[in-house]
């Protein structure tokens, strides 16, 4: 399992609803998300890569999921610094797989 529930369970106080509100949130905008920064990756969007890279950090960090959260800090500065779009491209198939991986993980898990 590459997520854990500490912080939400921490956030939502035996909420259930609350929990189940922030899976579907996650589920609906993290693979767009995902997929719009490959494509803003293709297009060599600096701006859109930055905040698109920025969007899903947070998303990810609310999972506990912290080698993701480190990938998409990695891409997120580099998006905002400009950088070799070929520097981002080594990052991105690393925070495509967990994505990929936590959204199956998910899905099994909350029946959804």
Do not use: C, W
Not at 60 to 86: F, P, W
């Amino acid at each position: 399992m590459i997520y854990n529930l500490d912080k939400i369970n921490e956030m939502a106080e035996g909420d259930e609803d609350f929990i189940n509100s922030v899976i579907s949130v996650f589920l609906e905008e993290v693979p767009q998300d995902l997929e719009d920064l490959e494509i803003a990756l293709n297009e060599q969007n600096h701006d859109q890569v930055y905040k698109l890279a920025h969007k899903i950090k947070p998303n990810v960090d609310l999972l506990g999921m912290e080698q993701t959260r480190a990938a998409a800090l990695q891409i997120e500065t580099l998006g905002k610094a400009e950088a070799n779009m070929s520097e981002i491209q080594v990052v991105f198939p690393m925070l495509k797989k967990d994505i990929h991986q936590v959204v199956s993980e998910l899905k099994k898990d909350f029946n959804i």
